[in-house]
C-alpha cells in the first residue's frame, strides 16, 4: 500500500512470553525482542537464568520461575505476568535438551524423559497461551523444534521424535486456532553455537561440523532470534503452520556426489 512502512514489526509495547530463557536461544530472543520495543516476561526452571535474562533488559523484562512441564507453573507465571504487562500477544517456546545414546540402548526413563523435556512444555503453553489468545481472538506461537525433527537423529532418537511431534503439534494448533487470530509456527535450527553447544564439542569437531554447513558456520542465537521475532511478527501475518528451517543450508544438500 502506498505510503505504509515496508518494516513495521508492530511489537512496541506488546507483551512477549518467553519460557527457556538460559544464555543461548532463549536470552538471545528476550534482547531482540526487547529492542523491538516489547516488554518480556522470562519464565525459565532456573531462577538465575531468569534473573540474567530480565537484567539484560531491564524495565522491559519481569522473571518468573517455574518447570513449564508443569501446567499449573507456566499458568501462575502467565497470569501474573498479564497483571504486570497486559494479556500475552507472543509467546516463544524455547525449552529442549537432549539425552544422548543408541536408541536400542535408551531405558523407558531416558525415552520418557525426551519427551517431557522436549515436548510437554509446548503443549503445556499451548493450552496456557494459546487458550487466552483465542479467548481475545488474536496472538502468535512459536517454538523452536529443530532439524533433528526433520531429518535422522543419530544418538539422540528419541529428542528427534519429540521434535518432529512438536512440528506435529504447530500444524495442529494452527488448524485449531486459525479462525480465532491465533498463528502457530516453529523455528528449527541446525547446529547453534551456544554456550552448551560451546562446551560440547571439541575445536575440532567444531571446525568439521561447519565444513558440512553451506554457510560454513554454526549459527549464533541471533540468527534464530531473528527468525523468531520475524515470524511473531505482523511480516508474518499471513503465516502459520509453518516450520521455518534456519541452518545454513545444511538441510538443503544434495545427497549424492556431485562428481561425475
Ligand atoms: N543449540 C543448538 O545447537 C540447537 C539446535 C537445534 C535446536 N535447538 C533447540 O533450541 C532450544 C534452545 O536451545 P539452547 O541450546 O539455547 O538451550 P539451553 O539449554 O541453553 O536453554 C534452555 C533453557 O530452558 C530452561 N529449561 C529447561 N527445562 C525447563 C523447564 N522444564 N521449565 C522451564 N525452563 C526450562 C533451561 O534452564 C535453559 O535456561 C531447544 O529447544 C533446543 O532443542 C538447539
Same mark, same amino acid.
Given at each position: 500500500?502506498?505510503?505504509? +512502512? ?6 512496541? /509495547?506488546?507483551? &512477549?512470553?518467553?519460557?527457556? &530463557? ?6 538471545? #530472543?528476550? #534482547? ?6 516489547? $516488554?518480556?516476561? #522470562? ?16 524495565? @522491559?523484562? =519481569? ?23 497486559? +494479556? *500475552? ?5 524455547? *525449552? ?13 526413563? &531416558? ?26 481472538? =488474536? ?7 529443530? &532439524? ?36 502457530? $509456527?516453529? *523455528? ?33 542465537? /541471533? ?10 511478527? /505482523? ?6 503452520? @509453518?516450520?521455518?528451517?534456519? /541452518?545454513?543450508?545444511?538441510?538443503? @544438500?544434495? +545427497? ?5
Amino acid at each position: 500500500m502506498p505510503g505504509s +512502512p515496508l518494516i513495521d514489526l508492530a511489537l512496541a /509495547d506488546k507483551h &512477549v512470553f518467553v519460557v527457556g &530463557v538460559g544464555n543461548g536461544i532463549g536470552r538471545a #530472543c528476550v #534482547c531482540t525482542f526487547a529492542a523491538a520495543g516489547a $516488554n518480556v516476561s #522470562c519464565f525459565d526452571i532456573d531462577e538465575a537464568a531468569a534473573n540474567a535474562s530480565v537484567d539484560a533488559i531491564g524495565a @522491559q523484562g =519481569r522473571a518468573f520461575t517455574g518447570d513449564a512441564s508443569r501446567l499449573d507453573d507456566l499458568r501462575a507465571a502467565h497470569d501474573t505476568a498479564t497483571t504486570e504487562f497486559g +494479556p *500475552v500477544d507472543v509467546a516463544v517456546d524455547v *525449552v529442549g535438551e537432549t539425552r544422548w545414546g543408541r536408541t536400542i540402548e535408551l531405558g523407558d526413563d &531416558v525415552w520418557e524423559e525426551s519427551f517431557d523435556l522436549a515436548l510437554r512444555h509446548f503443549f503445556n503453553l499451548a493450552r496456557v497461551a494459546g487458550r487466552a489468545m483465542s479467548d481475545r481472538g =488474536r496472538g502468535s506461537i512459536v517454538a523452536i523444534a529443530s &532439524v533433528s525433527g526433520l531429518r535422522s537423529a543419530p544418538l539422540h532418537g528419541a529428542y528427534g521424535a519429540a521434535k518432529a511431534a512438536m512440528m506435529s503439534l504447530v500444524r495442529t494448533l494452527a488448524m485449531e486456532l486459525g479462525a480465532n487470530g491465533v498463528r502457530v $509456527n516453529a *523455528v528449527a535450527p541446525g547446529a547453534v553455537l551456544t554456550p552448551r553447544v560451546e562446551a560440547m564439542m571439541s575445536e575440532d569437531r567444531r571446525a568439521a561440523s561447519a565444513a558440512n554447513i553451506p554457510l560454513g558456520r554454526f549459527a549464533t542465537p /541471533d540468527d534464530i532470534a531473528r527468525a523468531v521475532l520475524f515470524l511473531s511478527s /505482523d511480516l508474518a501475518s499471513y503465516i502459520t503452520g @509453518q516450520t521455518l528451517i534456519v /541452518d545454513g543450508g545444511a538441510t538443503a @544438500q544434495f +545427497p549424492l556426489s556431485l562428481r561425475a
